[in-house]
């Protein structure tokens, strides 16, 4: 875990040794690949390449990062709206997301699906969606049948603290508990559903104790700690593996940008951003526990920023020239554009 004097605004952090140096790195420079690829985002997309916008997780680095590489391969991810970070942190590769993105037949989803609607069934990533609190529904699918198949996998399902006041998140979450199903809830809490802050709009006042009616075990985590995140999601895994039915994870985090593209943000402060910016930025953290613990040093750091800009860089040009679908396939049916399905009803 890092840790941190809370009252002094995070000024020293250490890494107790759970995880190994080099993997830390590879977390640091994942999580910097994700900011650099989420930041150039905006941009595009006011220039008319990216249709539609996009919903940037720039600051949410550290849930995505902690919680999938405490995953086997074989784990199943599930997303919500919001769902880059995820996927980058599942090694979607950087191209065929750019692709998707810009609409190109390239993409993760031939350029179709935007956004919203990237996925990678080869890397266990089945994706986000438009729809709030979906995810876990599509999670309490996914656990189900690979306790049917007797796999050993377990599925996780983001979703954002706005999918707390739908019915069918509970209604899921209700059923993974009375089914024992392998299934890890994580609840990002980025404080804000769209432009509401979330808090006000919650009845009880804990999304926890909300979770805890359903008879499975529920933590708060740090967000902004990735190695905190990784350890309860370890732990998650290991109790769904064992059996033990689901756990349902807070994690409070924050995201630096609006809701979506262009959005005029006017529900909260600068001062607000700026001090989560200062004090809790996921990515400054490890970087200060690994120059600290001497794993790192401000070169090699800066070598991790540039390969990530020249990683967003390719994709982009990449996208630039990658052809658009051909209008004549858009009445396909999904199993012909990916026979892997039709196998499988």
Request: glycine share 12%; with cysteine; proline share 3%.
């Amino acid at each position: 875990m890092l840790t941190s004097d809370v009252e002094q605004g995070y000024p020293e952090r250490r890494i107790d040794g759970s995880v190994a140096p080099e993997e830390l790195i590879e977390w640091l420079d994942t999580m910097i690949t994700i900011r650099t690829f989420e930041e150039a985002l905006d941009p595009l997309s006011l220039a008319g390449k990216i249709p539609g916008g996009v919903h940037a997780a720039v600051g949410q680095e550290a849930v995505a990062v902690g919680a999938i590489r405490a995953l086997r391969e074989d784990d199943v991810v599930l997303s919500s709206h919001r769902p880059h970070h995820h996927a980058i942190a599942r090694r979607v590769d950087l191209n065929a997301m750019m692709a998707e993105l810009f609409g190109r037949a390239s993409g993760t989803n031939s350029g179709r699906g935007g956004s919203m609607h990237i996925g990678d069934f080869d890397r266990h990533y089945f994706g986000g969606n438009g729809i709030v609190g979906a995810s876990v529904g599509l999670g309490v699918g996914v656990a189900l049948a690979a306790r049917q198949r007797g796999t050993g996998q377990v599925a996780i399902s983001f979703f954002g603290d706005g999918g707390v006041n739908t019915g069918r998140t509970w209604e899921a979450i209700n059923l993974a508990s009375i089914w024992a199903l392998p299934l890890i809830v994580f609840c990002e809490n980025n404080l804000y559903a769209v432009e509401t802050e979330t808090a006000t709009v919650t009845a009880g006042g804990s999304i926890l104790r909300r979770a805890e009616g359903f008879g499975l075990p529920c933590i708060a985590v740090d967000g902004q700690d990735v190695v905190a995140v990784h350890d309860a999601v370890d732990a998650a895994c290991q109790r769904a593996r064992d059996g033990h039915g689901p756990t349902f994870i807070e994690g409070e985090t924050y995201r630096y940008l609006g809701h979506s593209t262009g959005q005029v943000v006017n529900y909260r402060t600068a001062e607000e951003v700026e001090q989560w910016r200062r004090l809790r930025d996921p990515i400054d953290r490890l970087r200060e526990a690994l120059l600290a613990a001497q794993y790192i040093d401000d070169h090699s750091y800066l070598e991790l920023v540039r390969r990530a800009r020249q990683r967003v860089e390719e994709a982009t040009d990449y996208a630039e020239r990658s052809i658009w679908p051909d209008p004549s396939t858009g009445a396909r049916g999904v199993t012909e554009i990916d026979p892997r399905l039709a196998e499988n009803r």
